[in-house]
């Protein structure tokens, strides 16, 4: 009895078949290998451009200035959408401003971004201030930019403060001397620093 339940012992190890599990874990640890050099190779593909989008971004000081609900008449009734105003530097001298509009505030804020980035330029400055005074009026809005001296900082309100610290400036002197509204000031002081690029007669710009 002892031998027959060996035998059927010996006989059911062997129907088992240690040989093919062992085939089998190969075959699945190849189909693994195989899976992963895939994914390797696809995320290789990908990264490029996905990083440099992403150092893009990172560069970028994005600030969002005003948000505003918009309604549009339309057959159907009326059509309410967000607009967003954003101004965007890499904090050193190369700022945009733009308005988008979109049915929510993530969609609205992309496309002024988009924006901003297509009309961005670079500011004129002397080491972290502008080079002179400078007064610039957009419709109602009438700002007025003074160069100070190191360590005074950046003395403005709200809206001139996004722009001047998006462009990397960190010393200045600012009065809002017009309307009060964020886009008209925001607006002002775009052009104002605008301005000092065009003004290449100035003595102490060449420094």
Not at 29 to 49: E, F, T, V, Y
Not at 100 to 125: E, H, I, T
Request: glycine share 8%.
């Amino acid at each position: 009895m002892a031998t027959e339940g060996a035998i059927k012992k010996t006989v059911v190890s062997k129907a088992k078949g240690p040989d093919d599990s062992k085939e089998r874990n190969e075959g699945t640890s190849l189909d693994a290998r195989k899976k992963r050099a895939l994914s390797r190779i696809q995320s290789r593909s990908r990264r490029p451009r996905g990083r440099t989008r992403q150092r893009e971004d990172e560069d970028l000081d994005v600030r969002l200035v005003s948000i505003r609900r918009v309604s549009k008449v339309k057959a159907g009734g009326k059509r309410l959408r967000l607009s967003v105003m954003v101004v965007i530097g890499d904090k050193k001298g190369n700022i945009g401003v733009a308005i988008g509009k979109g049915k929510d505030v993530r969609s609205a804020q992309d496309k002024a971004v988009n924006k901003a980035k297509k009309n961005m330029f670079k500011v004129l400055l002397k080491g972290q201030t502008i080079p002179h005074e400078v007064k610039q009026k957009f419709k109602a809005a009438n700002v007025l930019l003074k160069p100070a001296v190191p360590g005074t900082g950046v003395i403005a309100g709200g809206a001139v403060r996004a722009v001047v610290e998006a462009a990397g400036i960190k010393d200045i002197l600012s009065k809002v001397l017009g309307s009060k509204n964020t886009i008209p000031n925001v607006y002002a002081t775009f052009e104002a620093l605008k301005t000092l690029k065009l003004s290449r007669f100035k003595d102490d710009i060449s420094n």
